[in-house]
């Protein structure tokens, strides 16, 4: 199976304007999450998103978005770009079964630099 | 809330050395644990896991115990190698529906020839 695609991997943006982040998880994971990772916070939830659902969200201001479409892919959308949102931004794709925790497969990130 | 407190780094051994590297935890529910691995460019790759107390997780020669008497989770191997340089992060999840982990500020480990 193909692994978690996050797309683009690269992304240079100024104050003020917005962005759209995609993730493709493995075929069949119904759940996708995303984190922001940064030097200074580290690695951070942001929301989790299950059948078109958010089911879990972090404590991210409302500039910061996400949807899932009915083939489970996913977008994240942050608006009004400040400086401090420059980040590695991670998708998370999982199976998920009946009872257990499944194990989380992390894509490669999108690296988004905001001048 | 729930938390991870994980050794401050980088930690600097020399091949073949035994590596520790300590993590705790703060959690309201049963959690289960993570240790997960960061290469250079990659993204995180699950590393092993335990779902309950006493669960010890192993996976390419470290292992890692859930002691709940203890709340921590530290990640062992007995002998490390060149190529485990990378960065780790103690995790946790409490599955109360759907995934919300909590990750440790992560620990960078170098390993020298």
Redesign the interface.
């Known amino acids: 199976k193909a692994g978690v695609t996050q797309t683009p991997r690269y992304l240079i943006k100024t104050r003020g304007q917005q962005v759209t982040l995609s993730c493709s998880p493995i075929s069949g994971h119904r759940s996708v999450s995303w984190y922001q990772q940064t030097p200074g916070q580290g690695l951070q939830f942001l929301f989790e998103y299950f059948s078109e659902t958010q089911r879990n969200k972090g404590n991210f201001p409302g500039r910061f978005s996400g949807r899932q479409f009915s083939n489970s892919r996913s977008e994240m959308n942050v608006s009004t770009l400040e400086l401090g949102d420059s980040a590695l931004y991670l998708c998370a794709s999982s199976e998920t079964l009946a009872g257990g925790l499944n194990e989380q497969f992390f894509g490669p990130g999108t690296r988004l630099t905001v001048l | 809330g729930d938390s991870v407190t994980q050794m401050e780094g980088p930690v600097t051994l020399s091949e073949e050395a035994f590596l520790t590297i300590n993590c705790t935890y703060t959690a309201t529910g049963y959690p ?1 644990l993570f240790w ?1 691995v960061q290469y250079p ?6 590393l092993l ?1 335990a ?1 309950k107390a006493d669960d010890k997780g192993s996976n390419k020669g470290f292992e890692a115990t859930y002691r709940k008497e203890t709340t921590s989770f530290h990640l062992e191997k007995g002998s490390v190698q060149v190529s485990d340089s990378a960065v780790y ?1 103690c995790a946790l ?1 409490d ?1 109360g ?10 620990t960078r480990l170098f390993v020298k020839a």
């Open positions: 289960s997960y460019g990659e993204g995180l790759q699950l896991k779902t992060f999840s599955q529906g759907g995934f919300k982990t909590i990750f440790g500020a992560g």
